[in-house]
């Protein structure tokens, strides 16, 4: 009943390729929308934005990235933390070079950087496919990490390795540094989440993202139909590296703050959990993105807050309990629903649509 | 049935929300990051025993600090800035006073505590240019610093081979973060003055792999080495050397790389390691009969209780008692007992641990007198030797607690305070 599209007639090729073709999804979407934009801002505080809010924002956008080179284009990368460092650094170098640029600029000339690092790295791709290229841009993660660490340039010669970031405004308030309030971060990354998350779902459903789903799916057969393998896997990887990019600027300038290149992008940090995001989301899905890294970034929380502060566990009985329930809760993942939560989603769509009646 | 149970499931967590809520705190609040888990654990629970031990014994024996209790929610980072973030959004709100005992946190920290209001007090770890309270209103990293401690090793150094050390070899074996990257600038600054050459090893997080660090120094035989590690980085390191037969006694580790833990694996291997520290080990003092008898005695202890007078345990116990002390001296400040975070960074600006009151608290002999003040954020710079018996299985101390080279760490401090003051445009204060 809820999910009934009985009388929604498309009359047009427009009105049947929009995103959100279904009447019950516009709503559903423009409503999300309303609360994100309208409501959040006010009722935002420090705890939410700075261990929810923000870092499921930075990681969607991580997760974009990454969903578009391994679950559109079907090249496995682990070097997702090493193009966020390559984000960060950038942005940082830019900040302290240009103090006067503005951040959302920087920001996505880091972005470009990344994109350029992202083509370099993705060269191999090329020659090698599955497991061999996972362990390829495994040495980019490695590689990019142990470079940011050992140039003393890329942090500026400080003494310690630690890059921070000063405080820069959009319209007057501070959306980096100690001093940003909550909204204004908040918003920050939102407003790009949203755009790029749009350009993203519209590349997909483009000529591009089109070939990057028959390279996908048998590259022998893609290149026989005339589909280019060098110029659409590079493509995927400056694409994905430009959204990966883009995450870690954030990451360091307006969610952290502070970053140490070795503790902050290390694998275990991000090239694994953005993994696990779009694994357990759904490979090859928008949603599947966000609902990864919603579940990764605050299952953690949820299951302290369970946990500890309504059950009254000690914080390390809770954590080694958050670890079992983790490793578990992966692998009935991968058994119970391969596709993830972007597939759960669409099942429960199905079963909406008939019910209360189902036949 | 499933939408029944899912209601009785709703409503149960409704409930127990609202519980939740309920439980309000008007105690004196000291949140506590501690990690007992992942590679920095077996440091991480020694230390974080010392502390709820020390809080649990001052909540029994005095009824809290001046009638507060004290009100310790722990948060477990495992070592991670990001989680660390978490803890402290989570706790920041009334909190006195954090210990994030990461120096990757305390970093993260600092400029979210000063906008917050909230001080951070880094034991011998953390920034060192916070010392220099004029920037640093809100950081506190007493007694002594990792630059001190650089050079304090090297003043150890000195006086084992009579004051000449020109053309001597000294490599520094060091955690690859912020951490270990501390001690550098000093031991090169340092290098100039007294003419040693410096070589430096990096051993990556979380520091199991230390095979090529250690051929280094079996092929470039440096007469010293020094090191900044820990977690299991630590045993790893004392392993290695032993295993390449380095000379034990010129193995010369930071205040962190010297307990227990990480000389036992060793085994006799491990006999002479030596290590700086700024409290002494052991349970010879008031204040461990005090915890015995209020917190142990009653089954009480925190963790398993196995680490009563181990050196991190004892670091605890020290750690704690200045923040307990902060809090005592606001209180006389300001002449009431329920403190704000803002009196009590007043407090701890203030603290004075002569002699005459550590003993009174119990801590006599158990580490030397500070005080800090406006501008030295910083304490006394005091530390000591202390050499591992592995025979005995425990450290002795072999020299008095002495000052490292002050010339050279107040310049540096300066300047890098200095730096930082430029960077975040903030003004000097106590003039």
């Given at each position: 009943?809820?999910?009934?599209?009985?009388?929604?007639?498309?009359?047009?090729?427009?009105?049947?390729?929009?995103?959100?073709?279904?009447?019950?999804?516009?709503?559903?979407?423009?409503?999300?929308?309303?609360?994100?934009?309208?409501?959040?801002?006010?009722?935002?505080?420090?705890?939410?934005?700075?261990?929810?809010?923000?870092?499921?924002?930075?990681?969607?956008?991580a997760a974009i990235g990454l969903n578009i080179l391994t679950g559109y284009c079907g090249q496995v990368s682990?070097?997702?933390?090493g193009f966020m460092a390559v984000g960060a650094f950038s942005t940082y170098k830019i900040m302290t070079y240009f103090p006067d640029m503005n951040i959302m600029i920087i920001i996505l000339i880091s972005g470009l950087i990344t994109a350029a690092v992202g083509i370099i790295f993705g060269l191999p791709s090329l020659r090698i496919k599955g497991f061999y290229l996972a362990v390829a841009t495994l040495a980019s993660q490695f590689f990019l990490v142990w470079l940011f660490n050992k140039v003393p340039w890329f942090y500026n010669y400080s003494d310690t390795g630690q890059i921070t970031v000063s405080e820069r405004t959009m319209f007057g308030i501070p959306v980096t540094g100690a001093e940003a309030p909550s909204y204004a971060t908040y918003l920050f990354c939102l407003v790009l989440v949203v755009v790029l998350s749009f350009a993203a779902k519209n590349l997909i459903r483009s000529k591009m993202g089109r070939s990057?789903?028959?390279?996908?799916?048998?590259?022998?057969?893609?290149?026989?139909?005339?589909?280019?393998?060098?110029?659409?896997?590079?493509s995927a990887f400056a694409i994905s590296s430009f959204y990966i990019g883009v995450a870690g600027a954030l990451y360091f300038a307006v969610f952290l703050g502070a970053i140490e290149v070795t503790e902050s992008f290390d694998i275990m940090t991000i090239s694994f959990p953005v993994l696990?995001?779009?694994?357990?989301?759904?490979?090859?899905?928008?949603?599947?993105?966000?609902?990864?890294?919603?579940?990764?970034?605050?299952?953690?929380?949820?299951?302290?807050?369970?946990?500890?502060?309504?059950?009254?566990?000690?914080?390390?009985?809770?954590?080694?309990?958050?670890?079992?329930?983790?490793?578990?809760?992966?692998?009935?993942?991968?058994?119970?629903?391969?596709?993830?939560?972007?597939?759960?989603?669409?099942?429960?769509?199905?079963?909406l649509r008939r019910w209360p009646f189902p036949y | 049935m499933r939408i029944k149970q899912l209601?009785?499931?709703?409503?149960?967590?409704?409930?127990?929300?609202?519980?939740?809520?309920?439980?309000?705190?008007a105690d004196l609040?000291?949140?506590?990051?501690?990690?007992?888990?992942?590679?920095?654990?077996?440091?991480?629970?020694?230390n974080a025993d010392g502390f709820v031990d020390y809080y649990k014994m001052i909540n029994a024996r005095d009824g809290g600090i001046g009638g507060e209790k004290i009100f310790h929610p722990e948060c477990e980072t495992g070592y991670k800035t990001q989680v660390g973030v978490e803890c402290y959004e989570k706790n920041k709100k009334d909190a006195m006073v954090f210990q994030p005992m990461s120096t990757g946190i305390t970093y993260q920290l600092i400029p979210k505590a000063t906008a917050d209001g909230v001080s951070i007090y880094s034991t011998g770890y953390g920034r060192t240019s916070a010392a220099n309270g004029k920037v640093f209103k809100w950081v506190f990293n007493a007694p002594v610093t990792y630059w001190d401690g650089a050079s304090i090793a090297v003043r150890h150094i000195l006086k084992q081979n009579l004051g000449n050390i020109k053309g001597k070899k000294i490599a520094l074996v060091y955690h690859n973060s912020a951490y270990g990257k501390e001690p550098i600038r000093t031991l090169e600054t340092l290098a100039k003055k007294h003419g040693y050459k410096l070589m430096l090893l990096p051993v990556d997080h979380p520091g199991q792999e230390q095979k090529a660090t250690w051929l280094k120094i079996r092929k470039a035989r440096p007469n010293y080495v020094l090191m900044w590690g820990w977690g299991v980085m630590n045993q790893v390191a004392i392993k290695?050397?032993?295993?390449?037969?380095?000379?034990?006694?010129?193995?010369?580790?930071?205040?962190?790389?010297?307990?227990?833990?990480?000389?036992?694996?060793?085994?006799?291997?491990?006999?002479?390691?030596?290590?700086?520290?700024?409290?002494?080990?052991?349970?010879?003092?008031?204040?461990h009969k005090d915890i015995k008898k209020y917190v142990h005695d009653k089954g009480e202890a925190s963790g398993d209780g196995s680490h009563f007078g181990t050196v991190l345990y004892n670091r605890g116990l020290f750690q704690a008692m200045v923040q307990v002390e902060a809090a005592t001296v606001a209180q006389k400040i300001h002449g009431t007992s329920?403190?704000?975070?803002?009196?009590?960074?007043?407090?701890?600006?203030?603290?004075?641990?002569?002699?005459?009151?550590?003993?009174?608290?119990?801590?006599?002999?158990?580490?030397?007198?500070?005080?800090?003040?406006?501008?030295?954020?910083?304490?006394?710079?005091?530390?000591?030797?202390?050499?591992?018996?592995?025979?005995?299985?425990?450290?002795?101390?072999?020299?008095?607690?002495?000052?490292?080279?002050?010339?050279?760490?107040?310049?540096?401090?300066?300047?890098?305070?200095?730096?930082?003051?430029?960077?975040?445009?903030?003004?000097?204060?106590?003039?």
């Open positions: 009943m809820i999910y009934k599209e009985t009388g929604q007639y498309k009359s047009s090729y427009k009105s049947d390729h929009a995103i959100f073709p279904l009447l019950q999804d516009k709503i559903a979407f423009s409503t999300l929308m309303f609360i994100a934009f309208l409501i959040i801002p006010f009722v935002i505080n420090s705890y939410w934005e700075k261990a929810i809010l923000v870092p499921f924002l930075i990681f969607s956008l682990l070097g997702t933390g990057w789903m028959a390279i996908r799916d048998m590259d022998i057969a893609a290149e026989i139909i005339g589909v280019p393998p060098l110029k659409t896997k590079l696990f995001m779009i694994i357990i989301g759904g490979l090859g899905s928008m949603l599947g993105s966000f609902l990864g890294a919603a579940f990764v970034v605050t299952l953690p929380i949820g299951l302290k807050f369970l946990m500890v502060d309504m059950v009254g566990l000690s914080a390390v009985t809770a954590k080694h309990f958050e670890i079992t329930i983790w490793g578990l809760l992966m692998i009935v993942f991968l058994i119970v629903e391969p596709h993830g939560l972007a597939r759960l989603w669409s099942i429960a769509k199905e079963k | 209601l009785i499931g709703m409503t149960a967590s409704v409930i127990a929300v609202s519980s939740y809520i309920e439980m309000a705190v609040k000291f949140p506590m990051l501690v990690y007992r888990t992942g590679a920095y654990a077996p440091n991480g629970i020694p290695s050397a032993a295993s390449i037969k380095f000379p034990m006694e010129n193995f010369i580790g930071i205040w962190w790389s010297g307990s227990e833990n990480d000389v036992l694996p060793a085994g006799q291997g491990a006999h002479g390691y030596k290590s700086l520290t700024f409290n002494a080990p052991g349970t010879d003092y008031q204040v329920k403190i704000t975070p803002a009196m009590y960074r007043d407090g701890f600006e203030n603290v004075n641990l002569t002699a005459k009151r550590l003993e009174e608290l119990g801590f006599k002999d158990f580490a030397p007198p500070f005080k800090i003040t406006c501008e030295n954020h910083g304490g006394s710079g005091l530390a000591a030797v202390q050499q591992w018996d592995a025979k005995a299985k425990k450290w002795n101390m072999i020299t008095e607690y002495m000052y490292g080279d002050s010339d050279v760490v107040q310049k540096l401090i300066a300047e890098d305070s200095s730096k930082y003051a430029a960077e975040q445009k903030i003004a000097e204060r106590c003039n």
